[in-house]
């Protein structure tokens, strides 16, 4: 059973139900590694995972993670910024996770940027296949994160319900600005407008 209070529990059940052996994901935010292992699990031998980070101490704890899980052959890590996805990755995907803010246990003063954030999922948008989907976990309780939020709803708000299925979660009960989730799922079988 998933716990609705770890918002990064319900992004990996979402990823289950999206991603197939031999599927083309994106962790644009590998952080301390552990999305990345459980994307490179679900796509398994044939697929493939590529993982951004800006820091180099983010990348070589997900890469020690990676290689004790025996999973490295399956990720390009990536130490650019995530508005650059597009830059390295030359393929449809099937899924793109994001974890903004900072660096769990790292320097808080490092954290994702909002002009970055929003350059990047409007590149994500484009890479996605149809069925595809992307989450984007917030954190609206410091100030960078809340500036995310605020530039990120306006631009899912306004996409096309012909093309994209856009949820924004958030727990209503839980004090100090939680973590809030945004679902994007790209339609299927789009109808011509």
Same mark, same amino acid.
């Not at 998933?2 to 289950?16: D, F, N, P, R, Y």
């Not at 070589?60 to 990536?78: C, D, F, H, S």
């Given at each position: ?15 289950? @139900? ?20 459980? !994307? ?25 993670? @990676? ?35 900072? @660096? ?23 890479? !996605? ?8 976990? !917030? ?16 631009? /899912?708000?306004? @996409? ?29 079988? /789009?109808?011509?407008?």
């Amino acid at each position: 059973m998933i716990s609705l209070k770890k918002m990064t529990e319900l992004v990996h059940h979402k990823a289950g @139900l999206i991603i197939r052996e031999g599927d083309s994901v994106i962790d644009a935010t590998a952080g301390n590694g552990f999305d990345t292992v459980f !994307l490179a699990e679900k796509v398994g031998f044939t697929g493939h995972v590529y993982a951004f980070d800006i820091q180099e101490e983010a990348l070589a704890k997900t890469a020690e993670i @990676l290689r004790e899980k025996e999973l490295q052959g399956r990720v390009t890590l990536i130490k650019a910024d995530h508005k650059t996805l597009a830059d390295h990755v030359r393929v449809p995907v099937s899924f793109i996770m994001y974890n903004l803010g900072y @660096l769990p246990g790292g320097n808080r003063q490092i954290t994702t940027k909002v002009h970055s954030t929003a350059d990047s999922v409007k590149q994500a948008l484009n890479m !996605l296949k149809p069925g595809g989907m992307i989450t984007i976990v !917030l954190y609206p309780g410091h100030p960078e994160g809340r500036l995310e939020k605020e530039t990120l709803l306006p631009i /899912c708000k306004n @996409l096309s319900p012909s093309v994209h299925t856009v949820l924004h979660v958030r727990a209503l009960n839980q004090a100090n600005d939680p973590p809030e989730l945004l679902v994007i799922q790209k339609i299927l079988f /789009c109808r011509n407008t």
